[in-house]
């Protein structure tokens, strides 16, 4: 029995408007390397996710080592390696945000929904990530759903934008 999902990594290519996107986003760069979190998000907004054969496509069409494309994709958490959910919720858990209640945040989505970090809900419209700083220490604590920012948030505030999702 042959997994479909699996044979659609296996065999990602660029689309060709994608491939224009990818040399627009070269141009504006000294070097290939330099374009490479462009070219994650533009197979990102392809695929869903980035596979390993995503990250390989991406080092054979900037001409870079894959190694580098590894290394962006996990260090940053914008970039997802499995499937996430229609609405990925990140719950920042850094120092600002913790001193401002973001465990008790945490918690309560986490209960919400019934998944832990990094879950997807079983039907696939939730996905949940803790996070380190992202970016809004002065308005914490604070999530982000699908990299809209929510900020100066309480327990009470997260349950309504939660629901508000449904």
């Known amino acids: 029995m042959t ?3 699996f044979l ?5 290519k660029f689309t060709e408007e994608n491939l224009k996107r990818i040399e627009q986003a070269r141009k504006k760069y000294p070097t290939s390397l330099a374009a490479v979190m462009d070219t994650i998000y533009i197979a990102q907004e392809q695929n869903k996710y980035v596979t390993h054969e995503v990250m390989q496509e991406i080092a054979n069409v900037l ?4 190694v580098d494309v ?3 994709v996990h260090f940053y958490t914008m970039y997802f390696s499995k499937p996430m959910g229609k609405y990925h919720i990140q719950v920042c858990t850094n120092v600002s945000c913790m001193l401002r209640g973001a465990y008790e945040i945490w918690d309560k989505v986490k209960d ?3 998944i832990d970090n990094l879950g ?3 039907d696939g419209k939730f996905s949940l990530e803790e996070v380190e700083c992202m970016g809004a220490c002065g308005y914490a604590p604070m999530i982000s759903v699908n990299g809209n920012y929510y900020e100066n ?3 009470e505030k997260v349950i309504e934008i939660l629901d508000s999702l449904q």
């Open 3 to 5: 997994n479909n999902k």
């Open 153 to 155: 948030l309480t327990k």
């Open 70 to 72: 590894l290394g962006v």
């Open 112 to 114: 919400k929904l019934g």
């Open 8 to 12: 659609k990594s296996m065999s990602f």
């Open 120 to 122: 997807v809900t079983k």
């Open 63 to 66: 001409n870079v080592d894959p």
